[in-house]
């Protein structure tokens, strides 16, 4: 009778994953790259005539690509912040949510090596809550039929713990099969990545702030396109300077 009770639960569940899945095709558009606006475009009017120091935290390739930008728009930029009436120092971080899912992850090592996006790859699919609870839905189930069912309820927990910890994603991706298992439902976009990459800068005069300023840029597509996002944002920031140095 318990037994008979655990298979109709079973059977019931997997209809209704059918009948989620059964319904019409949900279309899912890309996302083509896009700008977006961070803090306040605020500038002093002769930012671009006084000299100009810039600086990417923690990233010496970042630093250079600002000042070769902003010298190409016709900025006095110094490398030798003592001779600088103004400072920019800027920072930032990259992450991705979807087939690739990435935490906020600083941005110069992805500028130098887009590997270094995947390194911190992110191959949890559950919280650590998710699985727990999980795990206790199934000891509840294990008690309520029968202790003899508690070597497959142990299974079921181990599975709830490995998708929590990643290891069960890592399989997945070694063996060909997405991060997140096996599609039941809402599969059109289980291919795409929302990615976003942010840019901040901070601008000085002394010690005094004068503007929190930059640019992010945001896709939602199935290219993984980091080292593409970076650069737009970067290429935003010192845009948004350019245009605001003309008014």
Not at 56 to 75: H, I, N, V, W
Not at 178 to 191: A, F, R, T, V
Not at 196 to 205: D, I, K, S, T
Request: glycine share 8%.
């Amino acid at each position: 009778m318990r037994l008979a009770a655990l298979i109709s639960a079973v059977c019931s569940a997997t209809l209704l994953a059918g009948c989620a899945a059964s319904g019409p095709p949900r279309v899912v558009q890309p996302e083509p790259p896009r700008l977006m606006l961070v803090g306040v475009d605020t500038f002093p009017a002769d930012i671009r005539t006084a000299p100009l120091h810039v600086v990417f935290e923690d990233s010496e390739s970042m630093t250079q690509y600002l000042r070769e930008a902003f010298k190409s728009k016709g900025f006095e930029v110094t490398a030798n912040p003592s001779q600088a009436r103004y400072r920019m120092v800027l920072n930032g971080h990259f992450k991705s949510k979807g087939k690739i899912t990435v935490p906020n992850t600083p941005l110069g090592p992805i500028f130098d090596d887009a590997d270094a996006a995947m390194k911190a790859r992110d191959y949890r699919t559950a919280t650590t809550g998710e699985a727990l609870t999980e795990g206790a839905v199934l000891i509840q189930a294990a008690e309520r039929f029968n202790t003899g069912y508690m070597n497959l309820m142990g299974a079921g927990i181990i599975g709830a713990i490995f998708s929590a910890t990643g290891i069960e994603g890592r399989l997945n991706a070694m063996t060909g099969f997405h991060p997140q298992g096996i599609c039941m439902s809402n599969c059109e976009d289980w291919e795409f990545n929302r990615q976003h990459a942010r840019v901040e800068a901070h601008l000085f005069e002394g010690v005094t702030q004068l503007a929190r300023f930059g640019r992010a840029a945001e896709t939602y597509q199935p290219e993984f396109v980091p080292q593409e996002l970076i650069r737009m944002a970067l290429d935003g920031t010192v845009n948004a300077v350019f245009e605001g140095a003309q008014k």
